[in-house]
């Protein structure tokens, strides 16, 4: 008897989306036109970097809409949170390491785009080391931001995980009716 050794599509989909989230977060170029340390590249690191958080929440805003209304099947909502997530820690990691270049003071042991990415995945994960940390008000700001994000994500997971859990241990394990009913329109001999 053989097994099926193929990798599930969604495997494959979530690894494609780590890779190329990778090579987008170390290629990505962050030389700016504009220096940060002028008044307009202040604001438009801002506006930025807020237009980008509100962009996430819409996308999972409606992707929870969208499940509402379609739930689709436990792993397809999985899969969809952890290619979200895949992009938050790009988006934010790639705001850390930016804001370090441009203002070393906000950071204590963030030198290099591992570091800002371990920073952020340490954030994520709720582990915080402390070899890593904000030190100035914009890093600690938006390091908040990133924890009520986390919050939110790691809150969906669990939901669609007990979710699907609960419903497969209703399906094995059917509730017997309670007392008095009548079950598949058997008649009633009880009386």
Known sequence: MTRDRRVPGHALRNGGAVLCALLLYYSAPLNGVFELDDWPGHVLGVVGFVAGVAGLIWLVWRRIEHYLNAPPSAGGRVD???????????VFSLFYYRLQQQQPDQFAGLVTRTDALYYTMSTLGTIGYGDVHAVGQVARIATMVQIAFD?????????????????RLAAIHPEPPAAGEVSGGAPDTTR
């Open 151 to 167: 919050l939110v994500v790691i809150g969906t997971l669990a939901t669609i995980v007990t979710s699907s859990v609960t419903r």
């Open 80 to 90: 969809g949170v952890l290619l979200l997530l895949c992009i938050v820690c790009v």
